[in-house]
Antibody
Framework: QITLKESGPTLVKPTQTLTLTCTFSGFSLSTSGVGVGWIRQPPGKALECLAL???????HYSPSLKSRLTITKDTSKNQVVLTMTNMDPVDTATYYC????????????WGKGTTVIVSS | QTVVTQEPSFSVSPGGTVTLTCGLS?????????PSWYQQTPGQAPRTLIY???TRSSGVPDRFSGSILGNKAALTIMGAQADDESDYYC??????????FGGGTKLTVL
């Protein structure tokens, strides 16, 4: 059974750096064709893909947020970490991680999400 | 930057059939974009319905089908049920590992 779980702070202050961790089980991020992505959803708005990391350490970032994002993986711990710098209230959202498939380019299994509020 | 377009809202009668579409602000969607579709109910994580244009994800009923219609990707729901009332998102592969979400379609069953 594949599961993913997001963890991190619920509340961050403006200008702070957000660090989110996706801990997964049931698959290995060293397997060819596998990736993990971070997707966010502001309240009442659409989903937005932030960053993807693949088994070969290839990374892709949203062009509009690229300067603020870093995605890394720790294969031994089955974790993917996303950092986002210079947080702003508009970054308030539910943040999801998901298992990505690099053969067919889609998100296969999703975590339940974690809510992040940016406020002073 | 190319935008992925979806109808903001749609309604269908119970038992009816509805087709939601996914296009590009510039150009046509083809199978090379590997369109995928996701269902999301309020307060829940998205659920994967369709990937690679027309392949149903595990456990998805065959009432849901994907295709290319004209210059867009399409999600067709047959025999609409009350619990199909959700937001539906498409995703297109834009190359170089990039996945872009559409703005979503809010489907009402009434």
């Amino acid at each position: 059974q594949i599961t993913l779980k997001e963890s991190g702070p619920t509340l961050v202050k403006p200008t702070q750096t957000l660090t989110l961790t996706c801990t997964f089980s049931g698959f290995s991020l060293s397997t060819s064709g596998v990736g993990v992505g971070w997707i966010r959803q502001p309240p009442g708005k659409a989903l937005e893909c932030l960053a993807l990391i693949y088994w070969d350490d290839d990374k892709h970032y949203s062009p509009s947020l690229k300067s603020r994002l870093t995605i890394t993986k720790d294969t031994s711990k089955n974790q993917v970490v996303l950092t986002m710098t210079n947080m702003d209230p508009v970054d308030t959202a539910t943040y999801y991680c998901a298992l990505g498939d690099y053969r067919y380019y889609y998100m296969d299994v999703w975590g339940k999400g974690t809510t992040v509020i940016v406020s002073s | 930057q190319t935008v992925v377009t979806q109808e903001p809202s749609f309604s269908v009668s119970p038992g009816g059939t509805v087709t939601l579409t996914c296009g590009l602000s510039s150009g046509s969607v083809s199978t090379s974009y590997y369109p995928s579709w996701y269902q999301q109910t309020p307060g829940q994580a998205p659920r994967t319905l369709i990937y690679s244009t027309d392949t149903r994800s595990s456990g998805v009923p065959d009432r849901f089908s994907g295709s290319i219609l004209g210059n867009k990707a399409a999600l067709t729901i047959m025999g609409a049920q009350a619990d199909d009332e959700s937001d539906y998102y498409c995703v297109l592969y834009m190359g170089s590992g990039s996945l872009v979400f559409g703005g979503g379609t809010k489907l009402t069953v009434l």
